[in-house]
Nanobody, 123 residues
Framework: QVQLVESGGGLVQAGGSLRLSCAADRYGFKLYDMAWFRQTPGNVREFVAALTRDDSPDYAESVTGRFSISRDSAKPTVNLQMDSLRPEDTAVYYC?????????????????WGQGTQVTVSL
């Protein structure tokens, strides 16, 4: 079973940048479709970005042009570069492995969730 660990969260001012990393405990990582989601208290997990096993990205409309998802198979990690951050980006960010067969934007199709990393964007 793959175990994932997120890191890189923190406090940043609006307009700033953060780079999140999701580390897997094994190689063969490139075989998986991966995604980042985020969640705020009282709300469901929201799709942020996904990356297929052939490195084709998909982004939520709210982050398109500001966030970039990438994979470093040598480490192995999946990274989320977040630029031009806004206060509404504040959330706990999670990475996960796609285990279902339908929409890559549905958190119900993902498993092996990491513990999450807090991102806070101040005005």
């Amino acid at each position: 079973q793959v175990q994932l660990v997120e890191s890189g969260g923190g406090l940043v001012q609006a307009g700033g940048s953060l780079r999140l990393s999701c580390a897997a405990d094994r190689y063969g990582f490139k075989l998986y479709d991966m995604a980042w989601f985020r969640q705020t208290p009282g709300n469901v997990r929201e799709f942020v970005a996904a990356l297929t096993r052939d490195d084709s990205p998909d982004y939520a409309e709210s982050v398109t042009g500001r966030f970039s998802i990438s994979r470093d198979s040598a480490k192995p990690t999946v990274n989320l570069q977040m630029d031009s951050l806004r206060p509404e980006d504040t959330a706990v960010y999670y990475c996960a492995v796609k285990i279902g067969w339908s929409s890559p934007r549905d958190p119900g199709n993902y498993g092996h969730w990491g513990q999450g990393t807090q991102v806070t964007v101040s005005l």
